[in-house]
């Protein structure tokens, strides 16, 4: 199993990279985890257009899924037609936001571009990847996955502040790509985002063999937060880079 990292800059793509977006590769089968703003263009330097396999949508803030408007323009308009039916998985409600956000009617919207289906915590099976679902801790409903292949695993937070079913889900995980958007000390909202500390605590918690801090915003200083990872967690550890390539 491949992760590459498309974009991974927390709130509004940054000089170096778009919002969030992660591409899982096994046995051919491309799977895309989030399409937050400028990652579709990002996205086609790893992937072709029409080479995606499936879509999952960790939460409906614009930083992790408002580029799929503009997926909608390449696969409607594509000069050889419009491909088959993308699955694309998303909390409730995914259907009608997208189609506010192009501002169209909410019926048909783009379910004749888009397979909708409608995530909930539990596992289910996309081609040969195993994917887990759990509920974080968010503002809005929000979904960290655990996608599995062949005896291997990688778990994406999502956004999420402190979360116990997160630590679950990430349970002996292989990589664990967690967000860590806020600085300790500095941000002292309640259940939006995990600092450096809390993602280390999280990943010690879980046993993770590996860390990588992702969704640091361009006003925040990475490699604080990676010390403060670090200082909380006994493994490996380091921060997301677009284009960056993990064989699991």
């Known amino acids: 199993m491949k992760l590459t990292v498309v974009g991974c800059s927390g709130s509004f793509p940054s000089t170096e990279s778009p919002c969030s977006s992660y591409l899982v590769e096994a046995d ?102 195993r994917v887990t679902v759990a509920r974080v801790n968010h503002p809005v409903d929000a979904f960290a996955f655990r996608v599995e292949h062949q005896g291997r695993s990688l778990v994406y937070s999502g956004d999420t502040g402190e979360c116990a079913e997160l630590v679950e889900l990430a349970r002996d995980t292989d990589l664990f790509l967690c967000e860590a958007a806020y600085v300790d000390g500095r941000d002292t909202y309640q259940a939006v985002h995990l600092n450096g500390r809390e993602a280390g605590e999280h990943a010690a918690a879980a046993g993770a063999r590996r860390l990588v801090l992702t969704h640091i915003p361009p006003w925040t200083d990475a490699e604080h937060n990676r010390r403060d990872a670090a200082a909380a967690y006994a493994g490996p550890v380091e921060v997301a880079k677009p284009g960056a390539v993990y064989e699991i």
């Open 28 to 129: 051919g089968y491309r799977l895309v985890l989030d399409l937050g703003n400028g990652a579709l263009g990002a996205l086609q330097n790893y992937c072709g257009l029409y080479d995606v396999d499936a879509v999952l949508l960790s939460h409906l803030h614009a930083d992790h899924c408002i580029d799929l408007c503009a997926y909608w323009v390449a696969r409607n308009y594509r000069a050889e037609g419009c491909p088959d039916l993308l699955p694309v998985y998303g909390p409730p409600g995914t259907a009608e936001r997208l189609a506010r956000a192009y501002d169209m009617p909410e019926e048909p919207g783009m379910r004749e571009v888009f397979g909708f289906r409608t995530l909930s915590p539990g596992s289910f099976d996309l081609g040969p990847l």
